[in-house]
T-cell receptor
Framework: RKEVEQDPGPFNVPEGATVAFNCTYS??????FFWYRQDCRKEPKLLMS???SGNEDGRFTAQLNRASQYISLLIRDSKLSDSATYLC??????????????FGKGTKLSVKP | DAGITQSPRYKITETGRQVTLMCHQT?????MFWYRQDLGHGLRLIYY???????DKGEVPDGYVVSRSKTENFPLTLESATRSQTSVYFC????????????FGEGSRLTVL
């Protein structure tokens, strides 16, 4: 089983739709979770961190389910500009503050007019 | 301007040649990373550095060498390039590993013929 797994998509949705991505992780010791966004032929950029209690940033909601070992990203009222690849990132700590970020392969979202 | 810059952005070389990809950051971040991104694999960590003169291997270090004599620079050298090292290489920095946000450079696209 891969350490971090994502549905590669693509998810093709119309503008205004709500879309959700899931990401599963295999190591129960994972401690920090993030969603990054990567536009075509660009560098990844942090979209949001994922907290245990869940968190929201405008149209974006991230949730963590430790029992089932998955995180999710919900995008409401999709915009054309949301078209990108969304990367799930999980961190394992090996002691102290030294950690290792594990990237999922990404889920591609295409929002159509 | 503050940020993280990579050079060259595009490079074509031949098998067996030595290639050095440069990475420079102006934030004085302690941690720096080199990733490669390939279709079907996502982002994979090559090497990382916790501070000047401290480097460590990531998931795919074979065929690569790094150094960090100054906090702001983290060059990646392919000592004898192979076709399998054709990839997009991203440098990143952060204040801590797995704690905060990773800031990526724009990437260096390397083709080995």
């Amino acid at each position: 089983r891969k350490e971090v797994e994502q549905d590669p998509g693509p998810f093709n949705v119309p503008e205004g739709a709500t879309v959700a991505f899931n990401c599963t992780y295999s190591n129960s010791a994972s401690q920090s979770f993030f969603w990054y966004r990567q536009d075509c032929r660009k560098e990844p950029k942090l979209l949001m961190s994922v907290y245990s209690s869940g968190n929201e940033d405008g149209r974006f909601t991230a949730q963590l389910n430790r029992a089932s070992q998955y995180i999710s990203l919900l995008i409401r009222d999709s915009k054309l500009s949301d078209s990108a690849t969304y990367l799930c990132v999980v961190t394992l700590f090996y002691g102290g503050s030294q950690g290792n970020l594990i990237f999922g392969k990404g889920t591609k979202l295409s929002v159509k007019p | 301007d503050a940020g993280i810059t990579q050079s060259p952005r595009y490079k074509i070389t031949e098998t067996g040649r030595q290639v050095t990809l440069m990475c420079h950051q102006t934030w004085s971040h302690s941690y720096m990373f080199w990733y490669r991104q390939d279709l079907g694999h996502g982002l994979r960590l090559i090497y990382y550095s916790a501070a000047a003169d401290i480097t460590d291997k990531g998931e795919v270090p074979d065929g690569y060498v790094v150094s960090r004599s100054k906090t702001e620079n983290f060059p990646l050298t392919l000592e004898s390039a192979t076709r399998s090292q054709t990839s997009v290489y991203f440098c990143a920095s952060s204040e801590g590993t797995g704690i905060g946000e990773l800031f990526f450079g724009e990437g260096s696209r390397l083709t080995v013929l």
